[in-house]
């Protein structure tokens, strides 16, 4: 097979934000940083050719990168500003991490599997984000000494949501998670208003498990 040139991917890239576009995200900066983020650089060498594929893809330990559709609207559900703290679960190979950190002001990413944390920090500060900080452990308990957060981003499926993970979420925060079981679950958007979860569905979808105290075990 060949190799796509970086002109190629370059063209891949735009119109894979074109096709996202076409999905239904309107967020422009979620579109802007999904069009500037090169996923190439963060997906194994055997799937180059399709990086910019719709679709997510194996990144190894199990683990994968995920569908560009659900980075976008994950993201969007957030309604970044520029100015927020994020907190991610799930840092993977980086690749929504670089899309968090082109749009809140910093990123706290939390890893279980440190290999996979360690080629994550690589890969974002050849890119020059100094922004976001990482830490390898159980993402069910968040990052305490950083909380409260306006915005989490979950990119592992819980059985429910994590007490701790809302607990560390802001009065009129928003925290995006999948929840079910170990396969097939829904995507949704919680707000904190009154101290109480307020859910919104987003979509279904199929993420690996969240492996944790708060998660599955």
């Keep these: ?3 796509p040139t970086e002109e190629e991917l370059t063209r891949a890239r735009r119109a894979l934000g074109r096709e996202l576009r076409k999905k239904g995200i309107r967020d422009e900066r979620v579109l802007s940083a999904i069009g ?3 996923r190439h650089l963060f997906v194994l060498p055997e799937h180059l050719p399709w990086a910019y594929d719709d679709r997510p893809l194996p990144i190894g330990l199990g683990q994968t990168i995920s569908q560009p559709y659900i980075v976008a609207l994950s993201t969007e559900a957030l309604e970044l500003s520029g100015e927020e703290r994020v907190l991610e679960i799930g840092t993977g190979s980086g690749y929504q991490t670089a899309i ?3 749009l809140a002001k910093e990123v706290f990413t939390v890893e279980r599997l440190p290999e996979l944390s360690w ?3 690589e890969r974002l500060r050849k890119l020059g984000y100094t922004n976001v900080w990482f830490r390898v452990g159980d993402g069910t308990k968040g990052w305490p000494e950083e909380a409260p957060f306006p915005a989490i981003l979950v990119t592992a499926a819980a059985p429910k949501t994590p007490k701790s993970l809302f607990d560390q979420l802001f ?3 928003r925290l995006v998670i999948p929840v ?13 208003e009154g101290g109480k979860p307020v859910y919104e569905y987003l979509c279904p979808v199929s993420f690996v498990p969240l492996i944790g105290e708060e998660g599955f075990r």
């Design 1 to 3: 097979m060949r190799w």
């Design 36 to 38: 500037k983020v090169p």
């Design 100 to 102: 968090l950190a082109e």
């Design 119 to 121: 080629e994550a920090q």
């Design 171 to 173: 009065e009129f925060g």
């Design 180 to 192: 079910g079981g170990r396969f097939h679950q829904e995507l949704w958007l919680v707000r904190k």
